[in-house]
C-alpha cells in the first residue's frame, strides 16, 4: 500500500526541498512541497518536477495526488 511517507520519501529523494508535507488515505493524496527548484516555472512546470520525482509510481500505485507548490519565498508570504 502506498503511505503518504513513502511519497514524501520519493519526492526528497528527487529533489532539493526547503519543506515537504504529504497526506492521504492510500489512494488520494495532497502535498504541500517548496523548493527554490520551482523559481521561474509554471504551475504546470512544478507539477511535472515533482511527478518526475515519483516516476512509475504516478501511472499505477498513486491514484491522485494534488499539490501546492511554492518557492520559499512564497512560502513565507504565504505564512
Do not use: C, N
Amino acid at each position: 500500500m502506498v503511505t503518504p511517507e513513502s511519497i514524501q520519501k520519493d519526492i526528497e529523494q528527487g529533489m532539493t526541498l526547503s519543506q515537504i508535507s504529504v497526506v492521504g488515505d492510500g489512494q488520494h493524496f495532497e502535498a504541500v512541497v517548496v523548493s527554490e527548484e520551482f523559481a521561474g516555472m509554471s504551475r504546470i512546470q512544478r507539477q511535472q518536477r515533482v511527478y518526475k520525482t515519483l516516476g512509475e509510481r504516478m501511472r499505477g500505485e498513486v491514484h491522485a495526488l494534488s499539490m501546492k507548490t511554492y518557492t520559499p519565498q512564497e512560502w513565507q508570504e504565504k505564512q
